[in-house]
């Protein structure tokens, strides 16, 4: 079992960047894949990016591509996001999720382990 605790969000202007985090209890970090969801106000959650146990595969949803980058440090029990070129429509709260490797599915049910989740908000 993991546990996952996210940080990072906050306040940003349009066009600007945030560093989101995601630190993960339990010994057995390494061999979950890592994903980041995101659900809006009267939204389903939606994927926005997964990375692979061992880093070598990232996954990102259509709209983030060129701004997010999804990176993880398994000495550190860590997984980040960073997020570039922020848009009002980012606005939302980001969840931290971790699964079991052999899927590459971005739904929700994939993963097992889900953090609190952090506020994001963009402002115009």
């Known amino acids: 079992q993991v546990q996952l605790v996210e940080s990072g969000g906050g306040l940003v202007q349009a066009g600007g960047s945030l560093r989101l985090s995601c630190a993960a209890s339990?010994?057995?970090?390494?061999?979950?894949?890592m994903g980041w969801f995101r659900q809006a106000p009267g939204k389903e959650r939606s994927f926005v990016a997964a990375?692979?146990?061992?880093?070598?595969?990232?996954y990102y949803a259509d709209s983030m591509k060129g701004r997010f980058t999804i990176s993880r440090d398994n000495a550190e029990n860590t997984v980040h996001l960073q997020m570039n070129i922020l848009k009002p429509e980012d606005t939302a709260i980001y969840y931290c999720?971790?699964?079991?490797?052999?899927?590459?599915?971005?739904?929700?049910?994939?993963?097992?382990?889900w953090g609190q989740g952090t506020q994001v908000t963009v402002s115009s």
């Open positions: 999720a971790a699964g079991p490797d052999y899927t590459s599915s971005p739904y929700p049910n994939a993963f097992n382990y």
């Open positions: 990375i692979r146990r061992n880093g070598d595969s990232t």
């Open positions: 339990g010994r057995t970090f390494s061999t979950y894949r």
